[in-house]
T-cell receptor
Framework: GNSVTQMEGPVTLSEEAFLTINCTYTATGYPSLFWYVQYPGEGLQLLLKATKADDKGSNKGFEATYRKETTSFHLEKGSVQVSDSAVYFCALDLYSSASKIIFGSGTRLSIRP | DTEVTQTPKHLVMGMTNKKSLKCEQHMGHRAMYWYKQKAKKPPELMFVYSYEKLSINESVPSRFSPECPNSSLLNLHLHALQPEDSALYLC????????????FGPGTRLLVL
């Protein structure tokens, strides 16, 4: 079946540290891949996406590359800020799935000043 | 403009009350969604409307009743809810169905007493 696996949180880093949040997927077909972010007390915001292999999504200093060979879509940022503290969800959507996004379990990120 | 609006932000209701959640988008999107999110969990899909017709109902109890009066509006009517229905209810929309980016609203935080 289709699924998304994210690294367990919480992840705590100091400001200006390098961030990686791992995400791997299993899918029958060719999914689009997404990272959504949820700040405390808010809804989900699309952070970035990639629709085919080797595409790189980027936004607000975050990047993720669609790796078909390793079925991965790891989220990275070179220098995190306190304002990046949030929950990050990796997700996939298949054209054939009638728009049923499959979310990972979410990774809570806390950044220390 | 990629905004989805939801009202109210917060709602407290008793188990015998009837209330409605509202969602609106003006992006010309033809697919709209209701999700339920419990604390520390990813969103769970409840309903999908495509071109104002219900296309997916994820076996949601009948005490939740969706309605799509036009292509910009989506309602969720609530009646005789249980305390375990307390959650964040998220609305989303996308251009169409099938691997399209979904844009989420800020959510309605519901407490059932």
């Amino acid at each position: 079946g289709n699924s998304v696996t994210q690294m367990e949180g919480p992840v705590t880093l100091s400001e200006e540290a390098f961030l990686t949040i791992n995400c791997t997927y299993t899918a029958t077909g060719y999914p689009s891949l997404f990272w959504y972010v949820q700040y405390p007390g808010e809804g989900l915001q699309l952070l970035l996406k990639a629709t085919k292999a080797d595409d790189k999504g980027s936004n607000k200093g975050f990047e993720a590359t669609y790796r078909k060979e390793t079925t991965s879509f790891h989220l990275e940022k070179g220098s995190v800020q306190v304002s990046d503290s949030a929950v990050y969800f990796c997700a996939l959507d298949l054209y054939s799935s009638a728009s049923k996004i499959i979310f990972g379990s979410g990774t809570r990120l806390s950044i220390r000043p | 403009d990629t905004e989805v609006t939801q009202t109210p932000k917060h709602l407290v209701m008793g188990m015998t009350n009837k209330k409605s959640l509202k969602c609106e988008q003006h992006m010309g999107h033809r697919a709209m969604y209701w999700y339920k999110q419990k604390a520390k969990k990813p969103p769970e899909l409840m309903f999908v409307y495509s071109y104002e017709k219900l296309s997916i109902n994820e076996s949601v109890p009948s005490r939740f009743s969706p309605e799509c009066p036009n292509s910009s509006l989506l309602n969720l009517h609530l009646h005789a809810l249980q305390p375990e229905d307390s959650a964040l209810y998220l609305c989303a929309s996308s251009q169409g169905q099938g691997a399209e980016t979904q844009y989420f609203g800020p959510g309605t935080r519901l407490l059932v007493l």
